[in-house]
Structure formats: C-alpha cells, structure tokens
C-alpha cells in the first residue's frame, strides 16, 4: 500500500469531507461576526462574512465535485464487475482523476478485447471441436468398414487358398491322364505306322494283281485270236466237208462213204466250231471277269492308296497329339509350380489380411477414443463459451 | 452604514465576475469536446477507409500469390492508395487522442507486408493482412473512446455498433469472401477451410441479429443491407458448408459478398454522416 500523497488527501469521501470542513469552519468564522453587528457592523465584517460564505461555496462546490467524481469511478467500477465490459467513466473534474479514468477506461477497452479475442477463440475452438468430432466419427466408421473388409478379404483368401489346393490336385491328375494320352497316342502312332505299311504293301500287291490281270487280259486275247483261227479253220472245214459231201453226192455211190467222211468231218468241224465258240465264250466271260477283277483292283489299290493317306494323316494328327499332349504336360508342370507358388502367396496374403483386420480393429478402437475426446473437448468448449458470456473480471 | 454600499457592491461583483467565468469555461468546455467528438469521427471515418483498401489490398494479393502476375498493377495501385490514406491520417493525428503509439504499430505492420509481399505465401499474407486490421478496428475503438463518443447518449444512434460493431462486422464478411472463395476457385473444402468459415458464418448471423434489433442504425438501408447480408449466409452455407463439394463458382460467391460488405459499409457512413452533421449543429 503506498503512503498517501498530497493530492490523495482531496479525493474520495475524505477529501470531500474535509473540503467541507473547511467551508463550514469558513462560514462559522464569518458568522462570527454577527454578533458584533448589533451595534454596528463595519467594513470588515462585511468582507469577513463575504469571504467565508464565499469559501464556503467554493468548498462546497469542490467536495461536491469530488463525490461526484467518485460516484462516477465507483459505478462504473460496479457496472464492470456486475459484467457490463462496455462501460465507460466520463472524466469530469480534476485533472488527477481525468487521468485516472482514462487509465480505466483504457483498462476497461483492452480487457474487453481480450475477453472477445477469447470469446472468438472459444467459438472457433467449438467449430473446431465440431469439425474434428465429425471427421472422428467419419474415420471410426471407416475403420470399422475397413475391419469388416479385411475380415471379408480374409475369408475369400482362405477359399481361394481352397480353391488353388484342389486346382493343384487337378492339375496334377490332368499331368497323370495327360501322360496316360501320350503313351496311348504313342501306341497309335504305332499302330498307325503299321497299319500304314500294310496298306503300302497292299498297294504294291494290287499293283501286281493288276499287272498279271493285265497279262491274262492280253493272252485271251491271244486265245480268243486262236479261237477265231479255228473258227474259221471250222467254217473251212465245213464247206469243204460240204463240198465234199456234194462231190460224194456226185459221185453216187463211190461217194458214199466220203460223204460219210465229209458228214463227219462237217459234224467234226461243227463239233470244233461249237468248241471254240464255247471258248470265246468262256474267254468272253473270263475276259469280262478279269476286267471286272482290274476295275476292282484298281480300286482297291486306289483304296489302299486312300488308306495310306489316312494313315499318314492318321499318323500326321498322331504326331501333332504327341507333341500338344507333350506341351500340355509342360504347361501343367508350370501350373502346378505356380499353383504352389500362389498358394503359399495367398496364405502369405491371408496372413497379412488378418494382421490388417486386426490393426484396423485396433485403429477403430482408438477412433472412437477419438471421437470420444473430441466430444469432450466439444463439451469443454461449449462451457468456454456459457463462461465467456459470462465473463467477471 | 453608506460606508458598506461600495465593498457590497464590489463583492457582488466579484461574485457574479466568478459566475460567469465558471460558466463561460463551461461552454467552452463543452464546446471543446464537442469539436473532440467531431474530430473523432472524422477520424474514424479516415480509418474506415484505410480498412477497407487494406482489405481490397488483401484480396488483390491473395489472388496475386494464387497464381494470377496480371493483378500486380492493380496491387501496386492500391498501395499508393493506401500509402496517401496513411499520410492524411498521420496529418489529423492527435496527440490528445493518444492513437499515436497504436498508428506506429499500424504503419510498422503496414511496412512490414509491403516489403515482405514477394516472398510471402497466400496464407500468410491473409493472416497479417488481416492481424493489421484487426488492429486498424483496434484504433477505430481507441479513438471513439479518446474522442469521449460514448458520452453521445442523447443522439438517438447506438454509438457502439457504429465504430465497433459495424468495422468488425464488415471484416468478418471481407475474411468470409476471401476464404469462400478461395474455396469455390480450388472446388474444394477442407477441415480448416470448413472450420473457419463455420465460425465467420456464426459471427455475421450475430452481427445481423444485432443490426436487425437496430433500425435507427441502419436508417434508408432497412430494406436492403440485411437481405444482402441474408443473402451471402445463404450462398455461404448452401454452396460451400452443406455440399461435399462447392457448388458455386468464385466470381459469384466473391460479388455476394463484396454487396454484403458494401451495404455494411454503406449504412456505417450513412450513420456517421448523420451523426456528424448533429454534432456540427450542436456545436454551432
């Protein structure tokens, strides 16, 4: 507390009622002379009585205006405490005290700036408070979403982890049966190979049956060309056994027996004709045969030629099995590496997915943690705000 | 008892010789403060145009920094501007009013952006731009309460919504088209974005609340300033808080809030032209 200086003594209440004091003692002084007036009053009297009333007034009107003064300072200091930060104190008076409420009044201005800075940094802080509550909420959802996907995630790779074992195990029989393909295609090819060969040799046979056909073809001719002699060497026979039968006939009865002779050699000559139209008949229908036999081997060898290009091309598709059936094993070999390859992948995977399922779990938990806090600090905030509005200094 | 008439005489004098000079120092006081007052407003006034070029400076230049060079003539344009409001202001500066430490803090601010504009990014030169009218309302307040204008109880105006309620409100607007359409141009809002813009929205409503519940302050401009206001809180929250995206573009957003600012501004200087010309009348 500091020790009271002169200008001290004339404020407040005190001063004021010092002040008065002074002019009452004034005005007693001057009433004083009063009583001297009853015979007669002089000059100084009159001055005595002048001055203190004068005084007196002076004083009065001094004391007045340092109550008011105070008066002034005190309401507004009680106008600021019962929260009215607009207030301001009209300096009237002393110079002393215009200093002082300006000082006040400055103090009264900057501390309701900082109460509304705080004020809005309150307000801003809710919104924030808001905000971050919001987007808490937002991430705890997305976690648990997450959660829920990673579980699901985890599941399908736990099938497909299923899924590529039985693959594998198909694949590896596919391996079997295709091995079981190539050998039996090997067999065809085989088989094919001699099946081929005889059909060859088949060819070459009817080559040969065509050849000797071809032969007896040529030599009836040659007999149906004897026959055609003999045919004619008959019809020879035949009109000289009938001109000799004319000239047995002739010759009465000394022919006789030459037209016994030349009947027989007509009968003998009919006999030779009939024998070798019997042969060119045969030959006929041997000939007819062996054409039909060289038309039937002619096909049959253009058959067996057909056979042999079946055969080849049998054989050719054979060859093209082999080789597919061959790739085939090599492409199932290289499934069955990358089927066991991507399984210990996807169980690598279904490994990871869980540890993710469970980190996001973990995340969703320390979401809500969040979103808790925020709700908090949303709580806080508002009460920051009800006390701002209520602010005492 | 004749010899008591003349020193009667001269103590009545004197008496009334006192009277009278209390009186005459009287008016002349309050003639004095009156001229104060006015002074204080014409200040004010000063100040109030410095606020707003400083906040068309801040715009300029955030649109400048964002990517814009064909602004820079614009820019340095408003920098003289603002560069001869600051020589009129320091001109009818006064002492009484004890503004000069908070004008040197201004100019300081002032200096500091004009020197440091090139190698500032566009949030940083939003926030000292809006640090330097923040203290710009600051001395707006001080000089009202230097020049005693809260003892203008008798005028029918309510005298703290014009010099505190109304620059700051204006603000609030200039920092909410700034921000919103800075959101709008880049189509999207983020956290903070969001956050800032929430708060400022909360802040203009109040703000209309308030000039809504004093018609002797906003005067002719009844009909007109608080629809405008309305108006950009609507576009504010339906285009860029609401949507998850904003859904309205830059150029529309920024002219909503440059006639919101405006009519704030506009009934500010209606009002204190009137209370001007009342006081001039007054000490007349």
New interface residues.
Partial sequence: MTAPTRHSLLSGRTGGRLIHLIGITAALAALSHVPSWSSQ???FN??GL?LGL?AWGLCLLLARQLTRQQDHLLRGLEQWRQGDH?V?I??DGLAEYTLLT?RL??HF?ENL?RTDTAE?AT??VA??A??LQG?AGRVADIAREQHASATATAAAIEQMSTSIAEIAQQGSDARERANIALAAADQGTALVGATSAGLEELARSSDQISNTLEQLTQQSRAISQITEVIKGVSEQTNLLALNASIEAARAGVYGRGFAVVADEVRHLSHGVAGSAADIASTLREVSLAIATSVEQTTVLREQARQGVSHAQGANAALEDIQHQTRQTLASVAQIAVATEQQGAASQEIAQHITQVADHARTQSSMADDTAGVAAHLAQLAQRMQATGHHAQP | MN??VI??LI?SVL?LAVMAAGLLRSRRTRRALRQRQVHGIQLIRLQKRLMGQIQEHRGLVSVLLNGNPGKHAEVVAKQVAIQQTFRVLKQHDDEAL?TTARMRRICDYWEDIESQLAALTAPESFDRHSALIRQIL?LI??TA??S?L??LSSLELPL?ALWSDLPATAEAIGQARAVGAGVAAAEHCD?VA???L??LH??VEEALRSLEAQPALIGAAANTCPSKIELLLTELEQHLLLPSRPTITAEHYYKVASEAMGAVYGVFEQASERLEKQLLSRAA
């Fill in positions: 009053p002089s000059v009159l001055a002048t004068f607009q301001r009209t300096p300006t009044n400055d201005r700036r809005q307000h801003e919104h924030a808001g905000e987007r | 010899d008591l020193p009667g103590l008496a004890a600051f307040g001080d309460d230097h005693r809260h003892e703290t956290s969001r956050i800032k929430r708060y909360q802040r």
